[in-house]
């Protein structure tokens, strides 16, 4: 049975920083391209950031600069280092497994609010 389960989400200022983690289990971790999606109230799920399991990165526009994706294999965790915290990254973020998204975490909650 797959489990991806996140931690790390709560309530910080507007300019503060956040680091999320993903514990995931049930599945050969170090084989897996892992991601982090959001969801905001309203839209549609986007992509965050996404590493694969050579370790090669890529970032959606919005965050590529102030968000950092890092995974540790021995761990079967992957990591969301989010600085430079704006409003607009309020969401719920969800862990992912797979190339096509294949698992999905139950997500946890971001709220950047003064």
């Known amino acids: 049975q797959v489990q991806l389960v996140e931690s790390g989400g709560g309530l910080v200022q507007p300019g503060g920083s956040l680091r999320l983690s993903c514990a995931a289990s049930?599945?050969?971790?170090?084989?897996?391209?892992m991601g982090w999606y959001r969801q905001a109230p309203g839209t549609q799920r986007e992509l965050v950031a996404r590493?694969?399991?050579?370790?090669?990165?890529n970032y959606g526009l919005s965050v590529k600069g102030r968000f950092t994706i890092s995974r540790d294999n021995a761990k079967n965790t992957v990591y969301l280092q989010m600085n430079s915290l704006k409003p607009d990254d309020t969401a719920v973020y969800y862990c992912?497994?797979?190339?096509?998204?294949?698992?999905w975490g139950q997500g946890t909650q971001v709220t950047v609010s003064s």
């Open positions: 992912t497994a797979g190339l096509s998204q294949d698992y």
């Open positions: 590493i694969t399991s050579g370790g090669s990165t």
């Open positions: 049930g599945i050969i971790f170090s084989t897996y391209t």
